[in-house]
């Protein structure tokens, strides 16, 4: 039983990441599109995936990848997202940098540029002070409530903004995937049981 529930968790794990991916792959809305748009559309889609596995990755949900080794991975797919984001802007200040411009700016008409920039900015900000946390001397109950709020801010932002957007990943997989985005990272976030560290603080 162990192995068929480990087997099952990392199937599902890889049908939640790679459906959607696919389907944004063969939407016909990239038919007439350039090569550097999309890849930025795909990066876009697989930060998202990323955003799922973080959590999965920080609480010990995934079989096989407990700490230390799990929180090793994570700082490694944490990098990757950073690196996923980097590539979804790029390529589409390279195709359209005005659009780019009004979203950093949070001056976009479209709703969604400024739930993707607060996203982009939370995933920076949780990077930068995890390669700095020790060189800050930020304490590990500081760096948790620190994180863990980063953390929110990176899954909802992600979350609206795929949402509001109608573009190339189909509505089913889109739902499905922020579905299991928002569930992870609530779970976690519940099972790591956070906001003890804040009661601690208040008493």
Do not use: N
């Amino acid at each position: 039983m162990p192995l068929l529930r480990s087997i099952l968790i990392w199937a599902a794990l890889v049908c939640a990441v790679f459906v959607p991916l696919a389907v944004a792959a063969g939407s016909p809305l990239l038919e007439w599109r350039g090569d550097v748009y999309i890849a930025a559309g795909l990066a876009g889609v697989v930060a998202l995936s990323l955003v799922l596995v973080q959590p999965l990755l920080a609480a010990g949900y995934l079989p096989g990848l407990a700490a230390p080794k799990g929180r090793r991975v994570h700082r490694w797919i944490g990098a990757g997202l950073v690196v996923a984001i980097v590539v979804h802007v790029g390529g589409l200040w390279v195709t359209s940098p005005p659009d780019v411009i009004d979203a950093l700016l949070f001056t976009s008409p479209a709703p969604f540029s400024a739930w993707g920039v607060v996203a982009m900015w939370a995933a920076f900000a949780s990077a930068l002070v995890a390669m700095l946390r020790g060189r800050i001397g930020l304490r590990p109950r500081h760096w948790r409530v620190l994180h863990t709020g980063l953390v929110m801010l990176i899954a909802v932002g992600s979350v609206v903004h795929t949402l509001l957007i109608e573009g190339t990943m189909g509505p089913v997989s889109k739902l499905v995937l922020c579905l299991l985005v928002l569930a992870a990272t609530g779970m976690a976030i519940a099972d790591l049981r956070v906001w003890t560290l804040l009661r601690r603080r208040r008493t």
